[in-house]
């Protein structure tokens, strides 16, 4: 296996390692990181009342905030992301469930019991028809929003773009798929250009795992995800295809948590200036013990939950209007605080094999991974609306928020927070309505009158009047 990528006369080696070094220069992120230690109270508190303007913050002025040691100044850190998050995203945090269609990789990430060589599970892929009856198995619970998580097998892009189809093409009664995200390792060009060619694919993500490349090296150590430079450059090529949404992420706790959220905050910044389009999603799973992936239990880089509050913490100051995705599960309390301090999307449940949804896959496919059926969705959202949160179905509103923001740039002040709030409760109204129990549905109405009291008086009206259209049986109703 070559450990080194190109794809000819678009992406010749050249170029990959020159966007590579543009993306991520690791001594210059560790200059910063090491300029700024030691931060002074007034200096972090000069960077949060800056940071309340909603425009962002550079750079150094991450850096700044990740070094922060002393207790109460992380509580303040804390305290000002709370109150942007609540002002940009005010309590809605967004629902998805990742798919698996396949089971199979050619890689050797030795955090992953995946990886190529782990013998204790039965590798599968799904056919067309099976994805279809695991999602229709969602959708009849009321998912909507999907991402389909694949390794990487040999079966190639058209399976991928397949399965894609498939998942959108499921119709149970009225009841679909709105969105499907895609998480994927890094294509080629010419791949790029046949998911550009779906309708309505959601976002692209490729988590670059670690920034530090000797790390990585360290830890990708057969396959074609070795070529830490190609993946790295993955989300520019996706842009240059014409995919418009993309998603950025590291795996905390492969490396020194302060210069990996660094790293991906700089690239976020490189790719909205570069092609107007910041990633709109970052995701931080954190390493968690699996069998099969021995690494899992090395602790040197783990982060604690208060340390994993404080990283999204800092990533909502720095990219106010990103969605962060919890994707490793949690405690309820932790989740809560969690999603107070800059979660906005969550993963209803943790990925484990083909099949798991209908029920009809095979559980040896997850190996000792094997957990179960995923959480039941009706269960979070009573619990998320018990502690005052709001589950957002409403997918629709990302292209309304992403054109309003395009226009210009991604700061706060663009942000059509009222538009984004109603339509989350007309989402909400119809889940309601059409798949939860009457003490769902109870818990779920106070929350609902709590946020309708929060609009301007116009939108408060017109958001009423399309819910009373929603319970005469109208569906897909947005401001
Ligand atoms: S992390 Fe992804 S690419 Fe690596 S072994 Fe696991 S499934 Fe394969």
């Known amino acids: 296996m070559s450990l080194t990528q190109d794809s000819g006369r678009n992406w010749p080696r050249e170029r990959v390692e020159q966007t590579a070094r543009a993306i991520c220069d690791p001594p210059a992120i560790a200059d910063l990181l090491a300029a700024a230690a030691n931060p002074s109270p007034d200096e972090v508190r000069d960077i949060l009342y800056e940071a309340g303007g909603g425009r962002g913050l550079t750079a150094a002025q991450a850096a700044t905030l990740l070094q922060v040691t002393d207790p109460s100044l992380r509580e303040q850190v804390k305290d000002a992301a709370r109150q942007l998050h609540e002002r940009l995203f005010a309590r809605r945090v967004r629902l998805l469930a990742p798919v698996c269609p396949t089971n199979r990789c050619i890689n050797e990430c030795l955090y992953c019991p995946l990886r190529r060589s782990n013998s204790r599970l039965r590798r599968t892929a799904s056919s067309a028809r099976d994805l279809q ?109 014409g995919l418009r949404d993309v998603g950025l992420g590291v795996l905390l706790g492969l490396h020194d948590p302060r210069f990996d959220v660094l790293a991906v905050l700089i690239h976020a910044q490189y790719l909205l200036e570069r092609y107007n389009t910041a990633a709109e999603v970052i995701t931080y799973p954190r390493l968690l013990p699996v069998p099969g992936a021995p690494v899992t239990r090395d602790t040197s880089w783990q982060v604690d939950d208060e340390a994993f509050g404080f990283l999204i913490a800092v990533t909502r100051l720095v990219a106010p209007v990103t969605e962060i995705v919890l994707s490793t599960p949690a405690t309820p309390e932790v989740r809560r605080q969690l999603y107070a301090l800059g979660v906005s999307q969550v993963s209803v449940g943790s990925l484990s094999y083909p099949g798991v949804y209908s029920a009809d896959g095979d559980p040896e496919a997850a190996g000792s991974l094997r957990i179960g059926r995923p959480r039941n969705l009706e269960t979070l959202v009573y619990r998320m609306c018990e502690v005052g949160f709001v589950p957002n179905f409403c997918v629709e509103c990302y292209a309304q928020i992403r054109q309003k923001l395009s226009d210009d740039s991604r700061q706060a002040e663009r942000y059509p927070v009222h538009r984004a709030a109603a339509n989350s409760l007309l989402a909400l109204k119809e889940y309601l309505l059409d798949y939860a129990s009457p003490e769902t549905q109870n818990v779920a109405a106070g929350i609902i009158q709590e946020e309708l009291a929060r609009l301007p008086r116009k939108v408060r009206d017109a958001t009423l009047d399309l819910m009373e259209e929603a319970e005469a049986g109208l569906r897909g109703q947005m401001l």
């Open 133 to 241: 009856r695991e999602v229709t198995a969602l959708v009849d619970e009321g998912h909507r929003h999907l991402t389909l998580v694949f390794g990487e097998d040999r079966s190639g892009i058209h399976y991928v773009c397949d399965m894609v189809n498939a998942a959108y093409g499921v119709r149970s009664g009225t009841r679909r798929v709105h969105r499907v995200d895609l998480n994927l390792n890094s294509s080629h060009p010419e791949e790029l250009a046949a998911l550009a060619q779906i309708e309505r694919l959601g976002t692209y993500h490729v988590y670059q795992e670690t920034y530090d490349p000797e790390t990585y090296a360290r830890l990708h150590v057969d396959g074609p995800k070795q070529d830490y430079a190609w993946r790295l450059t993955c989300h520019d090529r996706a842009c240059e295809a």
